[in-house]
């Protein structure tokens, strides 16, 4: 990573794109002058802003409200030139003054969505973008539309009693734990940028603030759903229905109940994405409806965390006293969820409602075998093993139930699992707290895996391609936060960012990243720190 600023202002993780040709030349960032800050035509984003084309019910207009001294901390190069945004403008002062919300640049049409949600089990009618605003949509390279939303970016008619800001602190946890998840190839959210406001956020503490650019599919929630449900607004209902059918289930536009088949894409979306979590030991932490994106991506990282020994029942945020959304809890919350989103979609499913709610019963019966398919599946995998047989499921439960009486470690201990393909067990075993524990099951799996006839050093590597060495553990990023707000030092953040940027490689000499916490590094708590 080089730092383009060429004044070792903060600017970091951006790298050169190849150099304009000749005729082509762009103002740098960093010797702009004041005047000359408007880019070159064709550098800044096309904006086609689809959402703000709906009725205007669905959001209200604002711009984001500017910083004092908006300060580049991280722009995600590789994820700008896949939206097709010029990464040299977005690093120059009119794209930053752009990503901390101090410029509104043409063709966007800055808005606050509206929408409602579940919240721990209790609706509240009136939630929205209270410290966000949707800049607006471009269409990347490959013809996907995206959202360009700023976080942290002010109040706005939907902050209750928020100041509509976000912490250093959050945003770089997001950061880190969104680009961790799609490296890991699971659909999320993600991170264009990371602005320090030169500004304090007050929480207990006065904190250094900052504003985070999202990327997302869309930014809709089965919360949206439900703030129009909930007004009786059906035209609206309709209106956002048939949007975003068209952003995430076209097809579902020419089904026999298009409400019914997009419920059904929605499911399925979510059926998968709680299993991938799962296999990855992630735990969302606040899984209420209004963050739950009807694309099936993952959305608002906040009191999240990656379980470290396994056990089903770990919760990690401060605020889930009851356990609502514990590790193996995630898939009934999720179905939980879109049961509130088949209710808010029941008056776009024909006039019978009694019909329609039998219809709806049987799409939401489809989230248990999808979602249970998907997480044996991946389990088998992960195990190493190709194909399912009779048995298998047995041989999984029992390493789980072994893993959870033995704390072992989750990540490592699939990933040493590979290593025992090859003939070296030994790394496994001493992660379980009786090692004598792991032998017993070794012994079966050996035996099972035998059977399938594949090699073990291409076994192994099929483990490897699915297990990660590297997860966001929980210690680090604890650390690399700290030394963010605490130090200005974003040298901890880079080093995660880039190890977790390749998490199915060994990569030697970062043996540090790969272990676990020792007893006094255990992360027992985390907060939303919103
Ligand atoms: P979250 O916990 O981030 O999912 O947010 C839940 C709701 O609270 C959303 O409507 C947010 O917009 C709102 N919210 C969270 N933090 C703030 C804040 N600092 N200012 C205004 N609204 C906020
Ligand atoms: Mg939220």
Known sequence: MQDASGEGDGLRGFTLV????????????DTAPATALLPEAGTRPAFDNSYARLPEALFKRLPPTPVAAPRLLRLNTALAVELGLDPEWLASPAGVAMLGGNHVPPGAEPIAQAYSGHQFGHFSPSLGDGRAILLGEVVTPAGL????????????????????????????????????????GIPTTRALAAVATGEPVFREDALPGAVLTRIAASHIRVGTFQYFAARRDEASLRALLDHAIARHDPAAADAANPALAFLDGVVKRQAALVARWML?????????????????????YGPCA??????????????????????????????????????????????DEAAAVEQAMAVLAGF??????????????????????PGDEALIQDLLARMAENQADFTLAFRRLADAAQGDA?????????????????????????????????????????????????????????????????????????????????????????????????????????
């Open 18 to 29: 190849p150099a304009p040709a000749a005729g082509d030349l762009r103002i740098m960032p």
């Open 145 to 184: 539309r995206r959202d360009i939303q700023l976080k942290g970016s002010g109040p706005t008619p939907f902050s209750r009693r928020g100041d509509g800001r976000a912490a250093l602190g959050p945003v770089l946890r997001e950061y880190i734990i969104g680009e961790a998840m799609a490296a890991f």
């Open 280 to 300: 990855v030991g992630f735990i969302h932490g606040v899984m209420n409806t209004d963050n739950c994106a009807v694309s099936g991506e993952t959305i608002d």
């Open 306 to 351: 990656f379980l470290d020994a396994y056990h089903p029942e770990t919760v990690f945020s401060s605020i889930d006293q009851q356990g609502r959304y514990a590790f193996a809890n995630q898939p009934a919350i999720a179905h939980w969820n879109l049961a509130r989103l088949a209710e808010a979609l029941l008056p776009l499913m024909g006039a």
């Open 368 to 389: 248990a075998p999808a979602f249970g398919a998907a997480w044996r599946a991946g389990l088998l995998a992960k195990i190493g093993l190709a194909e399912e047989q």
């Open 426 to 530: 030994d790394g496994f075993r001493t992660l379980f707290a009786d090692p004598g524990a792991a032998d017993a099951w070794l012994e079966g799996w050996r035996a099972r895996a035998v059977a399938d006839g594949i090699a073990p050093a291409p076994r192994a590597a099929a483990m490897r391609a699915v297990n990660p060495a590297f997860i966001p553990r929980n210690h680090l990023v604890e650390e690399a936060l700290a030394a963010a707000v605490e130090r200005d030092d974003l040298a901890p953040f880079e080093a995660l960012l880039e190890v977790l940027a390749r998490p199915f490689e060994d990569q030697p000499g970062r043996a540090r990243y790969a272990a676990p916490p020792l007893p006094e590094q255990r992360v027992r708590a985390t907060f939303c720190g919103t």
